[in-house]
């Protein structure tokens, strides 16, 4: 039984792993920015030639890094991947890597507030064209993916109205022209990823949520084919500065070793939550694509295990309401991460999402009564009380 036969559990305790010459258990941290030669003959071959555990600089690669990069890509089942400092790094890495003037980029349009800018404001700037279309709507992919569109991009579940998209198809649709598939994938979480066995290129997550978890640090991972990666992607980041800090990617390396038990138990407390609180009457919806009470169920379901760790409700009386409702909360926590072992509800039109043009609002499904509810690893009992106590309050 080789290493690429484990199963997930035991790739994100094992995979990847460099031990120094000391044979530590723990992965070592090496917090150096350079590394030093025997000789000036040794450094000019390396610059020629850098081998496999040869490194030059942090920002091109450091020994810990690699381990997280190598780790996060078995379990991807990808062939490669390059850390960055942060999930909006890897984004925006991901696309100025693979992207030039005169490009044409087809984006799904229901996008998490920085995403967005990116594609609506920081591409147009350097000349690519972009396209934003209904990403649930196939046709509406069909028609703006033209013989000359260079890549699409989506968020597999999107962020934060949980909207699913047929990944398969649009993979087909954009490879059928030539064209790359970049995905970010935080809301589907690692665990319950589907989009390299979909046909994804690019593969991107914000490590900050899940794999770290705990509301330490910020991280980023686009993983992908190996050409791709130590093509395109490391030559823009390592000479852009993209690149993660060792601290952070030993962090996250160590989170790993847990991330499956703790994505489980969030995603049964979704799944429970949706359950308790479906048919409050303060409520016009709740949304989780894994529970029946989602539109896009049955697509859910046929695409992954279950849909993540973050459920939305939306409350009758919008944003007076919504804030009611927060500001009741005891078990949870007010802030605008998501992820985390730590229960967190956001009101994303007054945070994450505020700088989306109100009039675009409706179109994507953000309402003033809006709420995202990120599951963490209290007793679902108490997360389930606390909201119903906090709905009651509305």
């Not at 800090?245 to 138990?265: C, G």
Request: hydrophobic residues 40%.
């Amino acid at each position: 039984m080789g290493k690429t036969d484990w199963k997930p559990q035991t790739q994100l305790i094992h995979q990847g792993t460099r031990r120094s010459q000391y044979g530590e258990v723990s992965e070592a941290l090496f917090l150096t920015q350079g590394f030093v030669y025997d000789t000036a003959e040794a450094a000019e071959a390396r610059f020629v030639d850098q081998g496999e555990d040869e490194f030059i600089y942090a920002r091109y690669g450091n020994p810990t890094t690699r381990m997280f990069e190598d780790r996060m890509a078995a379990i991807e089942g990808c062939e490669d991947a390059f850390a960055t400092a942060s999930g909006m790094a890897a984004v925006s890495g991901a696309l100025m890597a693979v992207l030039k003037s005169g490009d044409h980029l087809v984006s799904s349009r229901a996008l998490f507030g920085s995403c967005n800018y990116i594609v609506s404001e920081v591409l147009p700037k350097f000349g690519v064209e972009t396209t934003l279309v209904d990403g649930r709507d196939l046709d509406a992919w069909k028609a703006a993916i033209r013989p000359d569109t260079k890549a699409v991009f989506l968020e597999s579940i999107s962020n934060p109205t949980l909207e699913v998209i047929d990944l398969k198809a649009v993979c087909e649709l954009a490879h059928a022209v030539g064209a790359l598939v970049v995905v970010d994938n935080a809301m589907c979480t690692p665990i319950f990823t589907y989009a390299k066995k979909a046909g994804a290129d690019l593969i991107i997550y914000s490590t900050t949520k899940h794999v770290d978890g705990q509301g330490r640090c910020l991280g980023g991972i686009i993983a992908g084919d190996r050409e791709l990666i130590r093509g395109p992607v490391e030559m823009y980041l390592k000479h852009t500065g993209g690149a993660i800090s060792p601290f952070n990617a030993w962090i996250q390396l160590k989170s790993l070793e847990t991330l499956d038990l703790r994505v489980r138990q969030q995603a049964r407390t979704a799944m429970a939550v949706c359950d308790a609180v479906e048919h409050h009457p303060a409520l016009n919806f709740v949304r989780y694509p894994s529970h029946k009470a989602h539109p896009q169920y049955d697509l859910a379901i046929s695409l992954c295990e279950a849909a993540g760790t973050v459920i939305t409700i939306d409350l009758k009386g919008g944003k007076d309401a919504a804030f009611k409702f927060l500001n009741a909360l005891e078990v949870f926590t007010i802030s605008n991460n998501f992820a985390d072992a730590k229960s967190i509800a956001t009101h994303p039109c007054t945070t994450t999402h505020k700088n989306v043009p109100v009039e675009r609002r409706p179109e994507v499904g953000l309402t003033d009564g809006l709420v995202r509810l990120s599951m963490g690893l209290e007793d679902p009992q108490d997360i389930i009380a606390d909201l119903l106590a906090a709905l009651d309050a509305v």
